[in-house]
Structure formats: C-alpha cells, structure tokens
C-alpha cells in the first residue's frame, strides 16, 4: 500500500498573506499621507501668495482713497462757499465764483482694486484661506467698498443732473470767447480780472425759479458728495486695519 503525503512546501500561510496585506496597507497610507502633506504645503504657499497679493491691493486702495479724500474736501470747501456767495452770481461776475464753479465740473471717483478678491471668490480660492477671521475680514472689506459705490453711483446722477443745472444758467460761450480758449493760466487770469473790472454779466437767465433749481441741485450734489467722502474715509479705514491684521496673522512685516 501507498503512503500519500501532502505537500505544503510550496503554498503560502494564513499570515503570510496578512503580513502582504499589511505591509501593502502602510504603503498605501504612508503615499496618501506624503500626497496630504505635499498637498498641505502648497496650499500654505499658495494662502501665503493670495494674502501677500491681497496687502499690495488694499495698499494701493489706500493712496487712491488718500488723494480722492483730499480732492473731495477741496471741492465740498468751494461748493460751500458757491452756496454762500451764490446771490452774487445774480450780479456781476466775480473771478472766485468761476473758482466755486469749476467744483461742479466733475469728482474724484473710486477704482476699487479686486484682482485678487476676484480670482479668491472665482477660482475657488477661498477655501485656501484657512484662517476664518481673515476670510471673513477680506469678505467684509468687499462689501463695505460696495457700499460706497452704490453711493458713488447716486452721486454720479446728481452730477449730471447739476451739470445740466448749470449749463441752463452759466453763459460758458462768453467765457470761451473772452479767454480765446487759451489753456494759458496767466492770459485766462487777467482776462477773468478784466470781465469782473467790466462787471461782466455771465448768466443766460436771471429767472428766479431757474435759480432755484440750479441751487437746489448744487446743494443735493454737495449733499452726495460728502456722503461719498465719508463713505470712501471709513473704507480707508478699513483698508489700513485689514492690512495691519493680515501682516500680523500671516507674519508679513
């Protein structure tokens, strides 16, 4: 009789293959964790890249927001005192009032720097901003300067609103005519001079009701334009805090 033998030489045990398994799973887990932390890294660097990038823009919103504060109080100090002297304008020409009057001729209006706001809200970019309070900083910053612009916009209808105020009273023909169009400051100087020695006449109506409108738009315009002044000073305001915090919380001195 034959003896038969089994032969397990060449099969492999029970642990062998959980040693396989495990020895597979760690590798597994160990490139999942590497590509987590590669992938934790760049997004630091690239958070890092959109604060810096936000700073530079909040930094040049505040020097537009310092020179429109400055041009803003020059032409609210004239339109003031237009509305102060506005019954000599009923008399004979006056050189200040031409000065008064060139505060109507338009204001400093505010280009909102948002490249990097925009490509932060459009390319999915926020989520990279970690920190809640910075996003959350950035995102109220955003809407404050909005706000301002909703006003801006008021103001420019009431801009045009003035202007066609004032072209229906102002006689711009005789002063183009006096000055020759001359962009020379010292000939339109003594040829304003001139027109006041010769208490030169330079309304088109002295209609009491056409006045008044033109008033009545002067003071809603100079209305505006100190809410805009106010609006664009608190977003400064904003500006320089949001850029002292991120430096602080990114540690970018």
Known sequence: MEVHHSHHH?????????????????????GFFAETIRENISNKEREKEYIHSMISDLKTDTSKLASIDNNYRIFIKYQDSLMKNFKLLEGNFKVSLFLYLSSLAGYPDFIYTDGTIQQLKNAGGMRLIRKRPAMDSILAYDAAVKEALIDEEELDKKFYD???????????????DSTGNSKDPVKITQVLNRMQNEKVDILLTHDKVALNHFFNSIHSYSFLCNLVKLD???????????????????DMK
């Open 10 to 30: 060449g099969q492999k045990r029970f642990k062998d293959y959980l040693s396989e398994f495990f020895m597979i799973f760690l590798a597994v887990t160990a």
């Open 162 to 176: 003035v202007q066609n105020n004032r072209d229906q009273i102002i006689n711009f023909h005789l002063l183009f």
């Open 232 to 250: 664009m000073a608190h977003t400064k305001t904003k500006a320089t805090r949001l850029i002292q915090y991120l430096q602080k919380e990114y």
